[in-house]
């Protein structure tokens, strides 16, 4: 397990995710370039994470990348603030970043399965395509969950199976090796960012958040699923190329959303909770709801 870690570590020692749109003259064009491209192809990150709602509230990001969504979070004004990272290389560009627009945060490396503050510490922890990356995914959310104050709220986006991405990288990578019985899911773990990624269904997501007493979860087509934007590290070459020219973007866009690589899941954390809800499908979404006890009407 810790060495399937340290080599996550340095797959993202060498380039943090969406550092390649960070081009311009001066640090603060580069940071603002970034930011524009990551907004631009995931629009959704805003109505989700809900930045303005971390106003005098105590929060914690796991996994801060360039550091583009700390700091909105910086700006809305929290109590406190903090962000980890298991790089160095992420660390460095988030507190380069907040101190170039005057923000202040405690940013430092940690590991997210074992998160360096006491328990009941945050009103929000927000995770944007982190903990798929870390070997113990489900250890790593009942860490969010020790951190939670009751009533606080989890807002984590991991990877989704099955997905478009899923589907292409299998195509490529095992029916196009000659290794049909190559699962998705192994295919994801060895081609997909750094070695070990994993996807899950919505019904894993409802598992392995099931100390938390209301769980909704939504699925998003990503710029991978759609072939916009650069690709990755670790995909490049005249297929993709030539798969970009023909790719029929408003047919996925109209009728392809549950094939998403993103999944969101927006959960809150109770003191205690009747296990007797089931998860009811609404549409591309799925909600596991559990009465907190002593409070009546949906939690």
């Known amino acids: 397990m810790t060495e399937l870690k340290d080599t996550v570590r340095s797959f993202w020692e060498q380039t943090s995710c969406g550092?390649?749109?960070a081009a311009g003259g001066d640090a603060q064009q580069c940071f603002e370039a970034q930011a524009r491209a990551r907004y631009a192809m995931e629009p959704f990150i805003f109505p989700f994470a809900q930045f303005p709602q971390g106003l005098n509230k105590d929060v914690l990001?796991?996994?801060?990348?360039?550091?583009?969504?700390h700091?909105?979070?910086?700006?809305?004004g929290p109590r406190s603030l903090a962000g980890i990272d298991l790089t160095d290389r992420a660390v460095k560009f988030t507190?380069?970043?907040?101190?170039?627009?005057?923000?202040?945060s405690d940013v430092r490396v940690a590991d997210a399965e074992h998160l360096p503050f006491p328990s009941s510490s945050f009103d929000i922890v927000y995770s944007w395509g982190v903990l798929h990356h870390t070997p113990d995914t489900s250890r790593a959310i009942n860490e969010v969950w020790r951190v939670l104050r009751p009533g606080g709220s989890a807002r984590v986006m991991i990877y989704h199976h099955p997905s478009l991405v899923g589907y292409m990288l299998w195509v490529r990578y095992a029916l196009g090796a000659g290794r049909p019985s190559t699962?998705?899911?192994?295919?994801?773990?060895?081609?997909?960012e750094s070695p070990g990624t994993q996807a899950f269904s919505v019904l894993d997501?409802?598992?392995?958040?099931?100390?938390?007493?209301?769980?909704?979860?939504?699925?998003?087509?990503?710029?991978?699923?759609?072939?916009?934007?650069?690709?990755?590290?670790?995909?490049?070459?005249?297929v993709l190329s030539a798969a970009r020219l023909i790719r029929p973007?408003?047919?996925i866009r109209r009728a392809g959303r549950r094939l998403g690589l993103f999944l969101l899941?927006?959960?809150?954390?109770?003191?205690?909770?009747?296990?007797?809800?089931?998860?009811?499908?609404?549409?591309?979404?799925?909600?596991?709801?559990?009465?907190?006890?002593?409070?009546?009407?949906t939690a």
């Open 19 to 21: 550092e390649i749109y």
């Open 61 to 69: 990001e796991i996994g801060v990348g360039m550091g583009a969504d």
């Open 71 to 76: 700091v909105e979070w910086a700006r809305c």
């Open 95 to 104: 507190q380069a970043r907040l101190s170039q627009f005057g923000l202040h």
């Open 183 to 192: 699962s998705i899911r192994e295919v994801y773990s060895h081609h997909l």
């Open 205 to 238: 997501a409802l598992r392995l958040f099931g100390r938390f007493s209301k769980i909704t979860a939504s699925i998003q087509l990503s710029n991978g699923d759609l072939l916009e934007g650069e690709a990755g590290q670790r995909h490049k070459g005249h």
């Open 249 to 251: 973007r408003w047919l």
């Open 265 to 297: 899941i927006d959960a809150v954390k109770w003191h205690a909770v009747v296990h007797s809800w089931r998860p009811a499908m609404r549409g591309g979404s799925a909600c596991l709801d559990r009465f907190p006890v002593g409070i009546s009407g």
